[in-house]
């Protein structure tokens, strides 16, 4: 005569071991504890790889959106020679937008919640918003090399904002690897050579900083959001955002629409709209989503370093000694600031 089991029913390997040991009311009782350590003994062995890949997926996807991002810096630069800035930054969000439209459906399941508006405003008026503006005239006036110089003051920014908002506590060692890559940021951009592409640095390395003060606030924003949504809908957020607030600019009469499409600046958009705007902010969204905010921001120091490369391979630049120099100082520092292991700073006062 079977027997109607009532309690919950085992994992399929587990069952599968123990079905014949367990086909009776006194074999269950048997064998129910046994199963259950079997199980636990089984997670604890998987739980090392998983906890392996956990740390090493972020850091790869921050890395390839430092790299992507850098990359931006020389695509604004192509783009702008035959489109307005403003042109061109409507376009990349456009186009980004289009990529998502496939996606919008999916995020009717999300569980919204009213308190998080004002996050949801503030990551969007942050950036793409003010971020961009700040940006397209940094470029006009300053080299892509010294506005990437720049964003390494980005961590510190991001760091001393979730310190205060997020309670995320700062160890001695993430400042001091903040500070040597930033002196090594700072060495990079001096060691390279003035061009006539940078009619105006002073200024225009201002309004990089007042671009990398929106990026702060972007990011702590960001990482407020990510414990309730995904990456996916929070770049896509940003990218509709950004499509309805640079529209307006296009009806400015110094502005307007494209009069020509020329093929090498319209490339460069279509680059910004997809693997920048969709690609890099997607793999930094997820990150931030999967560490704190301000050891993500630490790698911001690589996009320096990355954008020289960049530059040589692409625009045919080279780097002196001591630029190769400042390189290997960046990494140094994102190295070490990446690398928890000193006690951490007295916490905020809540």
């Known amino acids: 005569m079977s027997v109607k089991m009532s309690e919950p029913a085992l994992p ?3 069952l599968v071991v123990f079905y014949r040991q367990c086909n009776t009311r006194d074999g269950w009782k ?22 392996k890949t956990r740390r090493l997926l972020p850091a790869f996807s921050l890395v390839l959106a430092m790299l992507l991002w850098a990359s931006s810096f020389v695509a604004l630069k192509l783009a702008f020679r035959g489109y307005h800035p403003m042109q061109v930054i409507f376009g990349r969000m456009f186009i980004a ?11 009717h399941k999300l569980n919204w919640r009213r308190r998080d508006l004002k996050y949801l405003l503030i990551m969007a008026v942050c950036e793409p918003c003010l971020y961009f503006i700040f940006e397209a005239k940094a470029l006009e006036l300053t080299s892509a090399s010294q506005a990437g110089m720049i964003t390494a003051m980005l961590p510190l920014l991001v760091a001393v904002l979730a310190w205060g908002l997020l309670k995320e506590q700062i160890s001695r060692q993430t400042l001091a690897g903040f500070v040597l890559a930033i002196i090594g940021a700072g060495w990079l951009g001096l060691a390279s050579d003035t061009s006539s592409s940078a009619p105006s640095p002073l200024l225009g390395n201002f309004y990089e900083f007042l671009a990398m003060v929106c990026a702060a606030g972007y990011t702590v924003s960001l990482k407020h959001l990510t414990s309730n949504y995904p990456p996916l809908f929070l770049t896509a ?9 640079f529209f307006p600019f296009l009806l400015l009469p110094e502005v307007g629409f494209p009069a020509s499409w020329d093929t090498g600046p319209l490339l460069a958009v279509v680059y910004l709209g997809t693997f920048i705007t969709l690609g890099a902010y997607g793999c930094y969204n997820y990150s931030v989503s999967r560490i704190p905010a301000n050891q993500a921001a630490g790698y911001i120091n690589l996009i320096p370093v990355f ?3 960049l530059g040589m391979l692409v625009l045919g630049e080279t780097l002196n000694t001591s630029q190769w120099l400042a390189c290997g100082l960046v990494f140094s520092g994102v190295a070490v600031s990446s690398w928890h292991k000193s006690p951490p700073l007295a916490q905020p006062v809540t």
């Open 12 to 14: 399929p390997k587990i």
């Open 30 to 51: 048997r064998c129910r504890n046994g199963s259950q350590r079997l199980a636990e003994k089984s997670e604890n062995t998987e739980l090392p790889v998983t906890e």
């Open 97 to 107: 937008s289009l990529c998502f439209i496939i996606f919008v459906p999916s995020f």
């Open 237 to 245: 957020f940003q990218a509709f955002v950004g499509s309805l607030f």
């Open 307 to 309: 954008g020289v490369l």
